[in-house]
């Protein structure tokens, strides 16, 4: 049974506009959550994290949300630039019970078009 | 520093052999840990160690595969005997002590190992 879903695969959109990539956990003690990005060839590559007591965390373009309640991340990034066409995953983590592992999504890969 | 280092970066064999697949964590990490990543599974912890002890394999597949960490600097994986099913790009990542803060969290990836079993 997955415990971090990204539904989406794919995803395409124009340089200049915003992407948005989501996330669903179901496992209620996760509560650290991270997103990769990975480009073919290369290892995932850490971006931004978020912690369960916060509800936003903003890096320069990448803004991730955090909505506990319902058991849902997203990853905003804007303005989308064509660098950052790459698969992006979301993983969580339930440190607060002790275990630092992470569990990953499937992952979604952007495509942003010039 | 050069990051995580892996090797061999492509690996061909034939079904029944032995693979060693080589991990060398950044200076300093004390945690590490192998991935496999399929397109059906997508990426997978098979086991992690922390200071060297293996904490958790639950997620080894089989006894085929088998872990070891002798010292902080270097790791391995070995598939005896491998299979076809096998084939996959398997990934090691490190990370700082475990409770050092939030940075304990984020693991920083190797490139990778692409297996192909025939």
């Known amino acids: 049974d997955q415990q971090v879903k990204q539904n989406s695969p794919s995803l395409s959109v124009q340089e200049g506009r915003i992407s948005i990539l989501n996330c669903d956990y179901t496992?209620?003690?996760?509560?650290?959550f991270l997103w990769y990005k990975k480009y073919p060839a290369e290892g995932p590559t850490f971006l931004i994290s978020?912690?369960?007591?916060?509800d936003k965390n903003e890096d320069g373009r990448f803004t991730v949300f955090l909505n506990k309640s319902a058991k849902h991340l997203s990853l905003h990034i804007v303005p989308s630039q064509p660098g950052d066409s790459a698969v992006y995953f979301c993983?969580?983590?339930?440190?607060?019970?002790?275990?630092?592992?992470?569990?990953f999504g499937k992952g979604t890969k952007l495509s942003v078009i010039p | 520093d050069a990051g995580v280092i892996q090797s061999p970066r492509h690996e061909v064999t034939e079904m029944g052999q032995e693979v060693t697949l080589r991990c060398k964590p950044i200076?300093?990490?004390?945690?590490l840990f192998w991935y496999r990543q399929t397109m059906m599974r997508g990426l997978e912890l098979l086991i992690y160690?922390?200071?060297?002890?293996?904490?958790?394999d639950s997620g080894m597949p089989e006894d085929r595969f088998s872990a070891k960490m002798p010292n902080a600097s270097f790791s391995t994986l070995k598939i005896q005997p491998s299979e076809p099913r096998d084939s996959a790009v398997y990934f090691c990542?490190?990370?700082?002590?475990?409770?050092?803060?939030?940075?304990?969290?984020?693991?920083?990836f190797g490139p990778g190992t692409r297996l192909t079993v025939t």
């Open positions: 990542a490190s990370s700082p002590l475990q409770g050092a803060g939030a940075s304990s969290y984020e693991q920083y």
């Open positions: 496992n209620s003690m996760f509560d650290y």
């Open positions: 978020i912690s369960s007591i916060k």
């Open positions: 993983a969580a983590s339930a440190a607060g019970a002790g275990s630092y592992q992470l569990t």
């Open positions: 200076s300093g990490h004390n945690s």
């Open positions: 160690f922390n200071n060297n002890v293996p904490i958790d």
